[in-house]
């Protein structure tokens, strides 16, 4: 069974940082391209992150450049986003999954439960 289970958000302070992880079971996940979104109340669903499969390459938000970071563990097949100098409007859910385009992410059908991250003083 295809699984994605993401882990790692929390509660924490402006200016915190978290690591968040998106593990993969039933499927080889370096075999994806691994985008990250995430979804606050009210809000559409927005596009995070991606690394590439081939060469790892990541893309990032205007909004989260310079203070988002993807990586990859193929090896524990685990994808990891880590966030630095958080700001309230990053509090959102936040999902992995095997697309990186918003437009992709509609039709994906393979969400996790997502993880929360909060941003409050």
């Known amino acids: 069974q295809v699984q994605l289970v993401e882990s790692g958000g929390g509660l924490v302070q402006p200016g915190g940082s978290l690591r968040l992880s998106c593990a993969a079971s039933?499927?080889?996940?370096?075999?994806?391209?691994i985008g990250w979104f995430r979804q606050a109340p009210g809000k559409e669903r927005e596009g995070v992150s991606c690394?590439?499969?081939?060469?790892?390459?990541?893309y990032y938000a205007d909004s989260v450049k310079g203070r988002f970071t993807g990586s990859r563990d193929n090896a524990k097949n685990t994808v990891y986003l880590q966030m630095n100098s958080l700001k309230p409007e990053d509090t959102a859910v936040y999902y992995c999954?095997?697309?990186?385009?918003?437009?992709?992410?509609?039709?994906?059908?393979?969400w996790g439960q997502g993880t929360q991250v909060t941003v409050s003083s």
């Open positions: 999954a095997t697309v990186c385009t918003v437009a992709a992410a509609r039709r994906f059908d393979s």
């Open positions: 039933g499927f080889t996940l370096g075999d994806y391209a």
């Open positions: 690394i590439t499969r081939r060469d790892e390459t990541t």
